[in-house]
């Protein structure tokens, strides 16, 4: 592992927790500001995935709790993600994989061919332009796309293109070190029926819950005591 990729690593996780705070509405508005640099086309997948993660992963669920307690389910992204494509992939399917992991909360690794119709440092500009902070979008060269897909640090990767490409990169997930990390793998790039599902958001999310106590702390220690499972 290189000290460059590393530090790449460390300035992508750096820059995930204040885009992960943004909260829903405030990346859509960044995203929705990218749009006014892309095609039409391009453009509508930009929409749709903020509109699709509104939908399903952007409202906090109150659950019931004991008494003096609010428990809140809310989902938030899952780190860094890696989005990468064949040079044949069009580019609709690559904005809208970087649509989804960046308005769920994710940072993201641009990697594309050299000859692709445009580079991912374009892409960057373009976000960093839009209101992403420097960080929460990286360009890579292909020469360290396996580097990277390798690092225990990554979420995941968002690929679009040929199968024996998406199976090398499920082969490469799965012998690394670390945490599992998920594979959202997209291989009719004509029809794009997981980029273009409505729950595709889902895939790049994490549930969490917050539990915020809202009475003296000796009116509800017997509460939270109950709740641990622990014998005193």
């Known amino acids: 592992m290189t000290t460059s990729i590393q530090a790449m690593v460390d300035n992508s996780s750096a820059a995930w927790e204040g885009w992960n705070g943004l909260g829903y509405e405030a990346r ?9 640099e892309l095609a039409p086309e391009v453009r509508a997948m930009v929409t749709y995935q ?42 609709v399917a690559v904005v809208g994989q970087i649509a989804a992991a960046l308005v769920t909360g994710n940072t993201v690794f641009v990697c594309l061919p050299s000859d692709y119709v445009l580079s991912a440092g374009e892409l960057v500009a373009q976000l960093e332009k839009s209101g992403c902070a420097r ?70 999310v994490t549930e969490r819950t917050r539990t915020i106590n809202i009475t003296a702390v000796g009116g509800n220690a017997t509460l939270l005591e109950l709740g641990s499972g622990e014998e005193h």
């Open 135 to 204: 960080g929460v979008v990286t360009a890579i060269d292909s020469d360290q796309l396996a580097d990277l897909v390798s690092h225990p640090a990554i979420a995941g990767v968002a690929y679009a293109g040929k199968l024996s490409t998406s199976q090398a990169l499920a082969r490469q997930l799965a012998a690394r070190d670390g945490l599992l990390a998920q594979l959202i793998s997209e291989t009719d790039c004509e029809s794009l029926p997981v980029i273009g599902s409505p729950t595709y958001s889902l895939r790049f």
């Open 28 to 36: 859509s508005q960044i995203l929705g500001r990218w749009t006014e």
């Open 50 to 91: 903020c509109h699709n993660a509104n939908e399903h992963v952007a409202e906090t669920l109150l659950m019931p709790g004991p008494t003096g307690e609010t428990n809140e389910l809310y989902c938030a992204g899952r780190g860094s993600f890696i989005v990468t494509a064949d040079v044949e992939t069009s580019l």
